[in-house]
């Protein structure tokens, strides 16, 4: 059976995770140490990417060359817009990844990249822009597993970006952009290499803070993070059955 790969942007996203892992070992993938060992019954890789785009999509670049796990997992925190309903504390599920930042600034406003005409991937007859769909088995399950903890796991889309999104009136511009329901910075690289590997991809987070102007005192990361973990080790013992 085919491991499952868990990615997250930083340690203390992981933490709970590794600390879970039985037979636990370390090896060494593209300059980064990758944990190993079983969660749920199930073979499992968990990596720490480094935060952002570029760190998110070199580490799964380098993983995939070595490994060719079922499914990839990213998880971790995230900021939720307003106008999307969701709270801190609670548990989001991406049903597509958007790259909140490429794209083209006109005099008549921003444009996707499909005004320049170039995809950012084409593959089997498709061609992928800003936006790229999660898997839908994994989506599906995910809210199975939730439906029967009796948890509450928002879905919808997800935003990507270089630049946070550090007040209210960004936050709503995005919002209005995109339709998505919260932000983060390194979902939508680790979408598009999944799809250029062909392997099935699943992202959850939780929320630790609105977009809003800025006020860290709101925010809540040890919360999110506990229980992005706690779904996600809940996540794949189900799978691993």
């Known amino acids: 059976m085919k491991p499952v790969m868990v990615t997250a942007a930083t340690n203390q996203e992981l933490s709970l995770l590794v600390a879970a892992l039985e037979n636990k070992g370390v090896i060494i993938v593209g300059h ?30 380098a993983l995939l060359e070595n490994v060719v796990p079922e499914l990839v997992i990213n998880i971790g925190c995230a900021g939720a817009y307003e106008e999307g309903g969701l709270g801190v504390g609670e548990l ?54 939730a439906e029967m903890g009796k948890l509450t796991l928002h879905q919808g889309a997800f935003v990507t970006v270089s630049t946070v999104s550090g007040t209210a009136l960004r936050g709503f511009e995005m919002f209005r952009r995109f339709g998505g ?45 506990e229980l992005v973990q706690k779904f996600t080790m809940q996540f794949i013992g189900a799978i691993g059955r």
């Open 32 to 61: 980064r140490e990758v944990y190993e060992g079983l969660l749920g019954g199930r073979q499992s890789l968990l990596a720490v990417t480094g935060i952002g785009k570029a760190n998110a999509a070199s580490a799964l670049t």
């Open 92 to 145: 989001a599920m991406a049903t597509e990844e958007v790259f909140g930042d490429e794209g083209v600034m006109t005099p008549d406003g921003w444009h996707s990249l499909e005004l320049i005409g170039i995809p950012v991937v084409s593959k089997n007859g498709e061609r992928f822009f800003n936006r790229f769909p999660l898997t839908r088995w994994a989506v599906d399950k995910a809210a199975q597993v």
């Open 181 to 225: 329901i919260c932000e983060n910075m390194e979902g939508a690289a680790v979408a598009q290499v999944a799809s250029i590997y062909g392997v099935d991809c699943l992202e959850i987070r939780a929320i630790s803070n609105l977009v809003e102007d800025r006020d860290l005192s709101r925010w809540n990361i040890p919360l999110a993070v």
